[in-house]
Every structure is written in C-alpha cells, then in structure tokens.
Nanobody, 129 residues
Framework: QVQVVESGGGLVQAGGSLRLSCTAS????????MGWFRQVPGKKREGVSC?????????YADSVKGRFTISRDNAKKNTLYLQMNSLKPEDTAMYYC?????????????????????WGQGTQVTVSS
C-alpha cells in the first residue's frame, strides 16, 4: 500500500521561509517523478513544482520561480523537499505532495491538471502579512 505523507507546514510571516518534506512508502521512491501542488478553498488546484526521478529536471510555476526550490533525496531518506523562501500571503494554501505515474514531469500533471498518481493528505501553509 502506497502512503504519501507531507510535513513542515505552519504559520509564517511574509518574507519568511518554510521547508516542506514528503515521504512516500510502499513503492520504489527513485522510480517516479514527484510534485508539489497547492489549493485554496474554492479555487482550482495549482501545480507548484515537479522534479524528475533523478532530480535532473524540474518544473516551477511562474508564481514561485526564484523563491521556491524543489529537491529530493533518493539515496538515504527517500524524501522530497520544497524550500520556500520570500513567502507571500498569496502563498497561503494547503500544500500537497504527489507521486507521479511517470519518471519525468509531464506538463499536464505538473500543472495540476490530473488526479493520477498517489497523493498525500496535505499540509497547511499560512503566510501572514
């Protein structure tokens, strides 16, 4: 059984930083692309970032480019990370980690347009102004 678990969310002031983590068990972590997504109640889910199986290619939404960094540890911790710097109130959302059904970040999946793959329950990020 595949389990995806996010952690690291919380309340932070504008301009601050947070690092989200995600672990995935029940599968071979290094065989899949991984992504971060976010959603605000009443709005469409947004793809934030995606990283290929090896970490060699990444995708970032325009809204987070230059502020967020995605990374993964395939060797020891089987963990996905999202370092979020210079946070803004508009970054407030529930953040979800997902395992892609691919090894690369396909555009449609990375942008949050499909439900395929395995998804976590989310971690809340709140940025105060």
């Amino acid at each position: 059984q595949v389990q995806v678990v996010e952690s690291g969310g919380g309340l932070v002031q504008a301009g601050g930083s947070l690092r989200l983590s995600c672990t995935a068990s029940g599968l071979t972590f290094a065989n899949y692309a991984m992504g971060w997504f976010r959603q605000v109640p009443g709005k469409k889910r947004e793809g934030v970032s995606c990283i290929s199986w090896s970490g060699g290619s990444t995708y970032y939404a325009d809204s987070v480019k230059g502020r967020f960094t995605i990374s993964r540890d395939n060797a020891k911790k089987n963990t996905l990370y999202l370092q979020m710097n210079s946070l803004k109130p508009e970054d407030t959302a529930m953040y979800y980690c997902a395992v892609a059904p691919y090894i690369y970040c396909l555009d449609s999946w990375s942008r949050g347009g499909t439900d395929s793959g395995y998804w976590g329950q989310g971690t809340q990020v709140t940025v105060s102004s």
